[in-house]
């Protein structure tokens, strides 16, 4: 596959402050790749700089296979950005941003209109797109936003925290809607400071902690970097209990309930070899279940700290391990 985007040794200081330390970045054509960290990790301005908003002190940055410093018209054709800071007119209706964006990209008044409403579509805004924007609520803003992005047809499109402050209802949604971006071709680079959002959407995520990438995999890679994943075995006679702890000596037993947990990286040869290993000693398991620690454990793992827990987010429920 080749790379939409394609970052080496990337750094960025204001004055004397460092606030990218050397990032690597590859971004495979068509996937969704999240930037994940804390707030003033150095998110916003990888976007700035890959969209060139702003330019870097140092770094090999190709951009849909264009040199980033040689080529920005280039890029800036390739690309769409949607930043915190929406730039939706309240003044005007939905449709008439719309086609406002579209005038700016030349694109001539029935084929303006035409992607307009065909935007307007696709993001669910039909009946909206009559009204004033500034009587949208914010996941409405939010779609309007991602549409106005979308006029010119980029084929890469950075989402800076897309869903901060939406309610999980919109989230979802925003959330439906950049997943089909992404199956019609488009790759996407979106930063976020929630970890349950690059879990859902992203195909790669890159940990990003005071400027420095701290970590970087698929979802499932990086909970295997934390500790703590398990697999809960449940009998209901103590005799097979017993000799479940026998057979599986590095698994905490809980007596009282009859539990015993199973340290495990989750991965499928290691779930393959415990199963046998039941087989073989035709242990009678009443339960299992897989236990992998989340993105939470893995922030905490890479760098030291927990993250700052946000209230528009529903935790996914987890049981922790519990040592004994
Ligand atoms: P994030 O998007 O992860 O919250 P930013 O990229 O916005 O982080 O900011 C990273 C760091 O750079 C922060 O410490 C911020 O204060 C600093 N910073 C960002 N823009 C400027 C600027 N224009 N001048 C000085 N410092 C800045």
Redesign the pocket.
Known sequence: MSAAIDVIGLRKS?GE?L?LDGIDLNVAEGTIFSLL?P???????VVQILSTLITADAGEIRVAGHDLHKNPEAVRAAIGVTGQFSAVDGLMTGRENLILMADLYHLGKTEARRRADELLEQFDLVEAGKKLAMTYSGGMKRRLDLAMTLVGSPRIIFLDEPTTGLDPRSRHSMWTMIRDLVAGGVTVLL?TQYLDEADELADRIAV?DHGRLVAQGTPEELKRLAPGGHIRLRFTSPDAFSLAAQVLPTAAPNHESLVLQVPNDGSVHSLRDLLARIDDASLEVDELTVHTPDLDDVFFAVTGQPTQSTESTQPVEHEKVTTK
């Not at 707030?39 to 301005?45: D, H, L, P, R, V």
């Open positions: 204001y402050k606030v960290g707030n003033g990790a150095g998110k916003t301005t930063t990003l």
